[in-house]
T-cell receptor, first 111, second 115 residues
Framework: SQQGEEDPQALSIQEGENATMNCSYK?????LQWYRQNSGRGLVHLIL?????REKHSGRLRVTLDTSKKSSSLLITASRAADTASYFC???????????FGKGTKLSVIP | SQTIHQWPATLVQPVGSPLSLECTVE??????LYWYRQAAGRGLQLLFY??????ISSEVPQNLSASRPQDRQFILSSKKLLLSDSGFYLC??????????????FGPGTRLTVL
């Protein structure tokens, strides 16, 4: 079963606006990762945040993790049309090789 | 730098036919290797993973099998395809160590349609 659940399922914004996507999970994790997938392509790793971290930045990306609420958020600032893609969160449980993916948020950035 | 290749990119096969999808990784040694399937509009489902040559773990019982004949080669196979095997198949690798608690790097995928 899928542990990560992204919210919203779809998001449409204007270029230049910020986009926020949320992810909730159910069990204890070692780390949580965010990936991007352009239509019909493979996934690209964006950022990994470990269970003992609360916030992480990479360029225009900001990820937060709240282990008490079992939730994470991905913020993309100053969005561009090229950011149009599906975004997935994935969790690594303790002692497991399995990376469990959510169903994704489909982001559309309108020029 | 590391690269991961998958082929073929697309495949249309009749029900009951065999399947062989190949994945190779360059620029790293002894990687963890993974096969995922993605149904339309869905997240990824882990099918198999491997931590070394000849070591395959299956996450979901199904009509598929996997093999790792060489360190950087991972093969997904089926003897007889079902309609439900249609989907987008992705291979990924991650560095060894840390029980796989690392980011994974994905190949471009194979779009399989079973008719």
């Amino acid at each position: 079963s899928q542990q990560g659940e992204e919210d919203p399922q779809a998001l449409s914004i204007q270029e230049g606006e910020n986009a926020t996507m949320n992810c909730s999970y159910k069990t204890s994790i070692n780390n949580l990762q965010w990936y991007r997938q352009n239509s019909g392509r493979g996934l690209v790793h964006l950022i990994l945040i470990r269970s003992n971290e609360r916030e992480k930045h990479s360029g225009r990306l900001r990820v937060t993790l709240d282990t008490s609420k079992k939730s994470s958020s991905l913020l993309i600032t100053a969005s561009r049309a090229a950011d149009t893609a599906s975004y997935f969160c994935a969790t690594h449980g303790a002692g497991s090789y399995q990376l469990t993916f959510g169903k994704g948020t489909k982001l559309s950035v309108i020029p | 730098s590391q690269t991961i290749h998958q082929w073929p990119a697309t495949l249309v096969q009749p029900v009951g036919s065999p399947l062989s999808l190949e994945c190779t990784v360059e620029g790293t040694s002894n990687p963890n290797l993974y096969w995922y399937r993605q149904a339309a509009g869905r997240g990824l489902q882990l099918l198999f993973y491997s931590v070394g040559i000849g070591q395959i773990s299956s996450e979901v019982p199904q009509n598929l099998s996997a093999s790792r004949p060489q360190d950087r080669q991972f093969i997904l196979s089926s003897k007889k395809l079902l309609l439900s095997d249609s989907g987008f198949y992705l291979c990924a690798w991650s560095p060894q160590g840390g029980k796989g608690y690392n980011e994974q790097f994905f190949g471009p995928g194979t779009r399989l349609t079973v008719l």
